[in-house]
């Protein structure tokens, strides 16, 4: 007998399942994905011992006949593809013909179907054990599809040893359904797990305007997710440019002319809004949830600075694109996928997020920046102050020195005429859709009238708005101040700042490095750093940015040409510049314990509001955030 032999249909199909049915929630995932593509409006999932044990799936689907419903548990037998051409332009979510066949061979399953618009009013029920057919009888049903898979992987014992435990396996099916769900909000969806009914979504009414598309995943969002998130609303449309070949016999002939439109939309949190991991975002191309590191790179882009360092931003967002531009046949799961253009839609991604972060942030028409309180706190229109601007530490705002020096000669006057009771009446709380309205599109904090308190810490500015209390951090918001004026400075000087060396060093790197350095030295000079050959493999340092110290000065250098390098061709000047200039700005901004004057705090605040970003500093901590009445009410004990 040869080495070499044909596989059993048996084992090839256990080897064939093993990469499309990972666990449970595979199962679910497969089984939604094909009611989607029924055109079912309608589909409950019910599990039990997180999947383990059973699990159901019924939709209102179109539902088979007995022959195609026979047919579907050959593998490959599928009409979504007709030729490998047809790869190429996938709309659909299924497409290999492989779930139901894998599921089949793992599992006890039955497969119940009605056909709409069979002349039979008996529906086909089909038992399979293992992949093989136990049994075929007329059962039945209403119009649709119900596929029960029982004893996952009870021809497997080597698999079924390394699933998870009921909980584990249960948070997994959870988050699919989710992503489905808001993939999907025309369709409604009930998840049942052990009997319990864990939600059931309503169908959104949608039509084809963006705005309804909007409001029906705002809805789905709030559904899963509860009330009180703060989303910002995308709408973005952009196009790059294609090659179309002209002959089959040659790739020479391309004509450049070609166009593609990608269309992005959808929500995000808004500043200030970020978790400690990626799992709330939620990105999809063509309605298909994906998985792509050059999409979440792009997401963190399009962030910049308005993101704490070590926070993700929480998004859904919706990718409509040619699906000739997208690769989905990478791994049987479909969740990876590869754009023909890769750059060009993480461009695109990345410009739509900012775009929106930055419109958020447009300052307002403001009658009165600051009101005054009753009792004198501030006097005066602070319209015409003038700009908090700092070059060194000598030249900060005339701080109060005086030993025991504040914002107020008396600070509890200044408490009294917060006006508590008074405050809460005029806002009406307790009757108030404003405050407790469901989703409202988030209001920048510096885009309404702000009342002046006092400050605590010595480093927080206490403030009152119309929806409640308000904080600013002093250091953090005079960071982005400055931070945005040298970097005006560097777009319109072309160079970021920089300080002379009292005593230039020299610089000796290896040849491949020095050749690159050579090549560099404009961008280097435009970082602030004052650098130029003095030799074959040697360089003179004579500059320094301002954060800089002098006993440092050669490995900084050697760090931004290692950051050069791995930045390539794609390296943005101005990118590498704003980290510069960020360190700057954090040695020269005012600190905690440097009380400012009256009028200073009036500029800082103005200053503030008339930032392109102003509601994070240069290193995404928060320059101002807000209690609101409702939260306070919730402290107190008033709501609950």
């Given at each position: ?108 399953m039955t497969v119940t179907s009605m056909e709409q618009g069979s002349d039979s009013p008996e529906a086909t029920r089909i038992e399979i054990h293992g992949g093989k057919i136990r049994q075929v ?146 990105i999809f191309v063509n309605r298909r949830p994906v998985e792509n590191k050059s999409l979440n790179r792009a997401l963190m882009e399009g962030y910049h600075t308005s993101l704490m360092k070590g ?330």
């Amino acid at each position: 007998m040869g080495l070499i032999r044909l596989l059993s249909e048996k084992v090839s199909n256990q080897i064939a399942a093993g990469e499309v049915v990972e666990r449970p929630a595979s199962v679910v995932k497969e089984l939604v994905e094909n009611s989607l593509d029924a055109g079912a409006t309608r589909i409950s999932v019910e599990i039990q011992a997180g999947g383990r044990s059973m699990i159901r799936v019924t939709d209102n689907g179109k539902g088979m006949s007995r022959d195609d419903a026979l047919l579907c548990l050959e593998r490959h037998a599928t009409s979504k593809i007709n030729i490998a051409e047809d790869l190429s332009s996938i709309n659909t979510m299924g497409f290999r013909g492989e779930a139901i066949p894998s599921i089949a061979s793992v599992s006890r399953m039955t497969v119940t179907s009605m056909e709409q618009g069979s002349d039979s009013p008996e529906a086909t029920r089909i038992e399979i054990h293992g992949g093989k057919i136990r049994q075929v009888e007329s059962a039945g049903h209403a119009v649709g599809t119900t596929v029960e898979v029982r004893s996952l992987f009870f021809n497997l014992p080597a698999r079924r040893k390394f699933l998870r435990s009921p909980e584990n396996e249960r948070t997994h099916i959870q988050h699919f359904l989710t992503l489905l769900a808001l993939a999907n909000p025309q369709v409604g969806f009930v998840y049942i797990q052990d009997k319990r009914r864990v939600w059931e979504l309503a169908p959104c009414c949608i039509d084809e305007s963006s705005d309804s598309r909007l409001k029906a995943v705002r809805e789905r969002i709030g559904a899963l997710h509860g009330e009180g998130i703060s989303l910002l609303e995308v709408q973005s449309e952009g196009e790059y440019r294609v090659a179309r070949e002209l002959s089959e016999n040659t790739d020479e002939d391309m004509d450049w002319d070609g166009k593609t439109t990608v269309r992005i939309w959808g929500l995000i949190g808004a500043p200030g809004v970020s978790r400690s991991t990626r799992s709330n975002q939620h990105i999809f191309v063509n309605r298909r949830p994906v998985e792509n590191k050059s999409l979440n790179r792009a997401l963190m882009e399009g962030y910049h600075t308005s993101l704490m360092k070590g926070q993700f931003p929480i998004c859904c967002l919706f990718l409509e694109i040619d699906p000739s531009e997208v690769d989905v046949n990478i791994h049987p799961a479909k969740r990876e996928v590869k754009f023909h253009h890769d750059r060009d839609v993480r461009k695109l991604l990345s410009h739509a997020i900012q775009e929106t972060i930055l419109k958020f942030h447009q300052p307002k028409n403001y009658s009165q920046s600051i009101i005054p309180m009753e009792e004198n706190v501030i006097d005066g229109d602070i319209s015409d102050t003038a700009e908090v601007e700092l070059k060194s530490d000598q030249e900060k705002p005339n701080l109060v020195k005086e030993e025991g020096g504040t914002l107020f000669k008396d600070f509890s006057k200044s408490v009294k005429g917060l006006n508590i009771g008074h405050s809460l009446k005029s806002l009406d709380i307790e009757s108030s859709n404003e405050l407790r309205g469901e989703h409202l599109e988030p209001i920048p904090l510096l885009s309404v009238s702000l009342k002046l308190i006092g400050v605590v810490g010595k480093l927080y500015v206490v403030l009152e708005s119309k929806n409640g209390l308000v904080l600013m951090d002093q250091h953090a918001a005079h960071e982005r101040v400055l931070y945005e004026q040298m970097l005006r400075r560097m777009e319109e000087d072309g160079a970021a700042p920089s300080q002379k060396l009292l005593l230039p060093e020299t610089v000796e790197l290896p040849p491949k490095d020095a050749k690159f350095l050579q090549d560099s030295l404009q961008i280097l000079n435009r970082l602030g750093v004052g650098i130029s050959e003095f030799g074959d493999r040697t360089f003179l340092l004579d500059a320094l940015p301002p954060f800089v110290k002098g006993t440092d000065a050669r490995k900084f250098v050697l760090e931004l040409i290692d950051k050069l390098q791995a930045a390539g061709e794609e390296v943005n000047v101005l990118r590498l510049g704003e980290d510069v200039i960020a360190k700057t700005v954090c040695r020269h901004s005012v600190k905690a314990n440097d009380l400012l004057r009256e009028e200073e705090l009036q500029g800082l605040i103005d200053n503030l509001r008339s930032c392109k970003m102003p509601y994070t500093c240069p290193h995404g901590r928060p320059t101002i955030i807000e209690m609101s009445y409702s939260e306070l009410e919730k402290k107190f004990g008033r709501i609950q």
